[in-house]
């Protein structure tokens, strides 16, 4: 079956430091990838959605000069948080699709703590 | 405003009996509902999906119900295993492709007892 895998699963950092999450399809190629970000006791929302090669589109409330968002290849898009702040710990977890008429598959996650 | 609610945290069954998890939505547009399961540490594993023209689809163990005029689903788990134990995430979207938004219910930790 399709699997995705994101990097690192944890991080904890202070606050100020960028963060980048790596999120890769392993053996198929994404046409399109998505960032979801899930607070304690909350469901998933959407923050963003990749095409390869192209600028990401943000979800309303999303800044998208906070989460830089790349997608260079069919394989690989990557989150980064930058300057990051306490009020950004979250879970974070990509998703992606090879095909259209396919459900979207979920990566592991990332736990982000900002100290 | 959440658009897909799953009023029940939590869910405990005993094993071979059949487990109920239900979700409702509040978006009439919404054409294509999804089944997640996830275990701890894991991502949201695909498990059923049913689109806005059917009522019932049927995969093994897993049955989903739509009930488009009560904007309500359910997915029936029967019978009912000790590795079904996991969080359960209902989802929708406004087209049935997979390059759509995705809203999340908050989830169901279903509990299978052996």
């Known amino acids: 079956g399709a699997v995705v895998s994101q990097h690192p699963s944890r991080v904890i950092c202070k606050s100020g430091t960028s963060v980048k999450i790596e999120c890769r399809s392993l053996?198929?190629?994404?046409?399109?990838m998505f960032w979801y970000r899930q607070f304690p006791k909350q469901s998933l929302m959407l923050m963003a959605t990749?095409?390869?090669?192209?600028?990401?589109?943000?979800e309303q409330g999303v800044e998208k000069d906070k989460f830089l968002i790349n997608h260079a290849s069919l394989t690989l898009s990557t989150l980064t948080v930058t300057s990051a702040h306490p009020e950004d710990s979250s879970f974070y977890i990509c998703s992606a699709i090879g095909d259209l008429n396919q459900p979207q598959h979920f990566g592991d996650g990332t736990r982000l703590s900002i100290l | 405003d959440q658009q897909v609610k799953q009023n029940s945290p939590s869910l405990s069954v005993q094993e071979g009996r059949i487990s109920i998890l239900n979700c409702d939505y509040t978006n009439s547009m919404f054409d294509y509902f999804l089944w997640y399961k996830k275990y701890p540490a894991e991502g949201p594993t695909f498990l059923i999906s049913?689109?806005?023209?059917?009522d019932k689809n049927e995969d093994g163990r897993f049955t989903v119900f739509l009930n488009k005029s009560a904007k309500h689903l359910s997915l029936h788990i029967v019978p009912s295993q000790p590795g079904d134990s996991a969080v359960y995430f209902c989802a929708a979207s406004g087209r049935p492709t997979g390059a759509n938004n995705l809203f999340f219910g908050t989830g169901t930790r279903l509990t299978v007892i052996p």
């Open positions: 053996d198929f190629q994404a046409t399109t």
């Open positions: 049913i689109s806005s023209i059917k």
């Open positions: 990749s095409n390869e090669g192209s600028k990401a589109t943000y």
